[in-house]
């Protein structure tokens, strides 16, 4: 029999909001503002980000070294990556999102009978900012910054330090976020189940989920607005 589900964690980004400016908007100007031909775009900075989010402090640390490994790759000065990750950084207001359809409705419903939290890759200087926005911050029992308080997800570490906050077993508790890689991944590396909602452009041409190679979330929807009633009763 399976375990009933107590305690539920969320991602943020890109799962209970984002930002009304989109990231590829700031770094064209950050590439304007420098004066300099655009040479990398914004995802491969998101695809990377897991790559130099260990070891670092903050967000904005995290993106200077991933900008200026990119510039060096690309026969620029790194100097010049940081440059354009200030300019980043100065025009970003972390308070500045929006939810995203369902997530508002979702954590209220939940709350009535689960335990909650979040496990988020990002520091607090980007994240807390966010969570102050949606009005959430007294929301959650616990929130772990992943690459800042442990290892980034797909790492377990960051499942197993929210689980030991809230002090819930992994195989009654459940993961919710936008990235297989990063959140299915990761959940199931702790034990956890998955809820996977994939982002817009994740659906093929027939309206199906494009599903990455290897093992299937254990709930695949179409929004968080399909969290109630919940898959897993």
């Not at 499942?159 to 976020?177: K, Q, T």
Request: charged letters at 30%; a negative charge.
């Amino acid at each position: 029999m399976t375990p009933p589900i107590d305690a539920v964690l969320f991602d943020i980004d890109d799962t209970l909001c984002a930002y009304r400016r989109p990231g590829e908007e700031l770094l064209d100007e950050a590439f304007a503002s420098e004066e300099i031909d655009p040479f990398f775009e914004i995802g491969e900075y998101y695809d990377r980000f897991e790559e130099f989010a260990t070891g670092q402090d903050a967000t904005r640390e995290v993106r200077a070294a991933c900008f200026a490994a990119i510039a060096a790759e690309r026969g620029y000065d790194p100097t010049v990556g940081r440059a354009l990750a200030e300019r980043y950084e100065t025009t970003r207001d972390h308070r500045d999102v929006t939810f995203l359809p369902g997530a508002r409705e979702a954590i209220d419903a939940l709350a009535d009978d689960h335990r909650l939290g979040v496990v988020t890759n990002g520091g607090p200087d980007t994240q807390t900012p966010k969570l102050g926005a949606l009005g959430l911050t007294e929301a959650f029992e616990t929130v772990v910054y992943a690459g800042h308080d442990a290892a980034p997800k797909p790492d377990r570490a960051p499942f197993d330090r929210a689980l030991g906050d809230l002090g819930i077993p992994a195989e009654r508790a459940v993961h919710i976020g936008n990235s297989f890689e990063a959140d299915v991944a990761g959940a199931h590396a702790a034990g956890l189940r998955s809820v996977w909602v994939p982002e817009e452009g994740s659906y093929d041409e027939r309206g199906e989920p494009d599903d990455p190679d290897g093992e299937d979330a254990s709930y695949e929807l179409r929004s968080l607005h399909e969290l109630t009633p919940v898959p897993w009763q």
